[in-house]
T-cell receptor
Framework: GNSVTQMEGPVTLSEEAFLTINCTYT??????LFWYVQYPGEGLQLLLK?????DKGSNKGFEATYRKETTSFHLEKGSVQVSDSAVYFC???????????FGTGTKLQVIP | DAGVIQSPRHEVTEMGQEVTLRCKPI?????LFWYRQTMMRGLELLIY????????DSGMPEDRFSAKMPNASFSTLKIQPSEPRDSAVYFC????????????FGNGTRLTVT
């Protein structure tokens, strides 16, 4: 079956530090990959996505590259801000199924 | 686009009472999902619908839980009778069909059963 593995959190960084949140996956076929972000008291919202190998998704300074050879989709940002503090979820959709497989989430805290 | 709308935002009830959570998906979306989020178990898919028809309810924890989608713009999740272990945040999400279509989540209903 499909699965998504994310690095354990919480991750605490100082403002302007470089961020990497690791994500690896197992899936049948060629999945589409997503990063969602959840701010306190809100639902998850799409941050970025990539739909085929070597695609790079980007949004709000965040980037992730679909690496088929390593089955990874690591999230990166060059300079984090306090406002980036949230929980980040890696996810995939595979084949003809509409169910989304989520990772367990990684909490990021950015301190001034 | 108003997004996915859930009500109520907060619900506090006593054990044994019936609870009904409501969701209005984004217009035009043909898939609707109900999720539950807790610290211990993370994000769990309870049930999802396609064109108002339930497709997979294998995540519904017990017969106390039921979900309906009487039309394309409304869905309910009912718990009867409620128990303290049902306390969680319940999310509704909708999407278009297709492997590249992301989920759009509501802001959730925080349920507390005392």
């Amino acid at each position: 079956g499909n699965s998504v593995t994310q690095m354990e959190g919480p991750v605490t960084l100082s403002e302007e530090a470089f961020l990497t949140i690791n994500c690896t996956y197992t899936a049948t076929g060629y999945p589409s990959l997503f990063w969602y972000v959840q701010y306190p008291g809100e639902g998850l919202q799409l941050l970025l996505k990539a739909t085929k190998a070597d695609d790079k998704g980007s949004n709000k300074g965040f980037e992730a590259t679909y690496r088929k050879e390593t089955t990874s989709f690591h999230l990166e940002k060059g300079s984090v801000q306090v406002s980036d503090s949230a929980v980040y979820f890696c996810a995939l959709k595979s084949g003809g199924y509409q169910k989304v497989t989520f990772g367990t989430g990684t909490k990021l805290q950015v301190i001034p | 686009d108003a997004g996915v709308i859930q009500s109520p935002r907060h619900e506090v009830t006593e054990m044994g009472q019936e609870v009904t959570l409501r969701c209005k998906p984004i217009s035009g979306h043909d898939y609707l999902f109900w999720y539950r989020q807790t610290m211990m178990r993370g994000l769990e898919l309870l049930i999802y619908f396609n064109n108002n028809v339930p497709i997979d309810d294998s995540g519904m924890p017990e017969d106390r839980f039921s979900a309906k989608m009487p039309n394309a713009s409304f869905s309910t999740l009912k718990i009867q009778p409620s128990e303290p272990r049902d306390s969680a945040v319940y999310f509704c999400a909708s999407s278009f069909s297709g492997p590249n279509s992301p989920l759009h989540f509501g802001n959730g209903t925080r349920l507390t059963v005392t």
